[in-house]
């Protein structure tokens, strides 16, 4: 069956840098748009990025363009999301998101905060 499990969240200073990975398997990620959103305490989840089928196209929200970087390892069937020059309000957890014939799979998120 669809799974996918995040990995990479942590603790780390406002200017550090992580690196999300999204672990697929019962699908292959290069078939599917594969997205990765966020939802910080209090506040709806929103989208972060996301990376559609085939040439890898990819689209980014206004607050982390120029920032955060999503990928694609098709070897390892995996999604990446680079995030650099991260601040507090990048805190969330963070989760990736695939729709497959029209239903929405989801991981069990990972914990990103961005604190001193």
């Known amino acids: 069956q669809v799974q996918l499990v995040e990995t990479g969240g942590g603790l780390v200073q406002p200017g550090g840098s992580l690196r999300l990975s999204c672990g697929a398997s019962?699908?292959?990620?290069?078939?599917?748009?594969m997205i990765w959103y966020r939802q910080a305490a209090g506040k709806e989840r929103e989208l972060v990025a996301s990376?559609?089928?085939?040439?890898?196209?990819?689209n980014y929200a206004d607050s982390v363009k120029g920032r955060f970087t999503i990928s694609r390892d098709d070897a390892r069937n995996t999604v990446y999301l680079q995030m650099n020059s991260l601040k507090p309000e990048d805190t969330a957890v963070y989760y990736c998101?695939?729709?497959?014939?029209?239903?929405?799979?989801w991981g069990q998120g990972t914990q990103v905060t961005v604190s001193s």
């Open positions: 019962g699908f292959t990620v290069s078939d599917w748009t």
């Open positions: 990376i559609i089928t085939g040439l890898g196209r990819t």
């Open positions: 998101n695939t729709r497959i014939l029209f239903r929405d799979y």
